[in-house]
Structures are given as C-alpha cells and as structure tokens.
C-alpha cells in the first residue's frame, strides 16, 4: 500500500495515506503515549514515503 509513514523514535510506525492523515496519528500518538504534543511542522518533518 502506498502511503506516507512517520517512525517515532519509540520505535513505533506510524501510517497514513496521506501526509495530513499520517501527521493526525502521529500527533495522536505523541500526546497519547509520550504525553506530548507535536507541531504539524515537527510531524511533517518526519514523514517518509510507506
Ligand atoms: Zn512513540
């Protein structure tokens, strides 16, 4: 599947088809998991072709 991902450096995957959906999951899981939040531009430096 195409699509964009983000690796978190917890070593979490995270994917999306697109880059605004896979920015929105890794936003969701940095404030989820690593209690922090992350600007679009910091998500959005981060993406990578799936
Ligand atoms: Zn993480």
């Known amino acids: 599947m195409e699509g964009r991902i ?3 450096p917890c070593g979490a995957v995270l994917r999306g088809g697109t880059t605004d959906e896979v920015v929105a999951a890794a936003q969701a899981h940095a404030r989820t998991v690593h209690d922090m939040d ?3 531009d910091q998500a959005e430096a981060m993406v990578r072709p799936a």
């Open 6 to 8: 983000i690796e978190c």
């Open 38 to 40: 992350l600007t679009r």
